[in-house]
Nanobody
Framework: QVQLVESGGGLVQAGGSLRLSCAASGRTFSSYIMGWFRQAPGKERAFVAAISSRGVSTKYADSVKGRFTISRDNAKNMVYLQMNSLKPEDTAVYYC?????????????????WGQGTQVTVSS
């Protein structure tokens, strides 16, 4: 099991940038695929990005490709989501999640552990 705590959310104007961080506890962090999801009001929680256990491979939702970058630092038990060129439609609560599997998943049911979320609001 991994405990996850997100930070870095806030209010930003369209076109701006934010960097989300996710601090993980647990000695097996480096064995997990890590993902970011987001949930806008009235909508389902949706996949944003994922990164392999060693950070070699990544996967992105089409809506964020070229704008968002996921990364991790296993020595620090951290995962990051750099968000550039933000749009109002990126407004959501962003969640960090851990997947103990061996391949990328884009649906939430495969992820074992979740953080509490951090709010990102993009104004037009």
């Amino acid at each position: 099991q991994v405990q996850l705590v997100e930070s870095g959310g806030g209010l930003v104007q369209a076109g701006g940038s934010l960097r989300l961080s996710c601090a993980a506890s647990g000695r097996t962090f480096s064995s997990y695929i890590m993902g970011w999801f987001r949930q806008a009001p009235g909508k389902e929680r949706a996949f944003v990005a994922a990164i392999s256990s060693r950070g070699v491979s990544t996967k992105y939702a089409d809506s964020v490709k070229g704008r968002f970058t996921i990364s991790r630092d296993n020595a620090k038990n951290m995962v990051y989501l750099q968000m550039n060129s933000l749009k109002p439609e990126d407004t959501a609560v962003y969640y960090c999640a851990a997947d103990s599997g061996v391949q990328f998943h884009t649906t939430r049911r495969y992820y074992d552990d979740w953080g509490q979320g951090t709010q990102v609001t993009v104004s037009s």
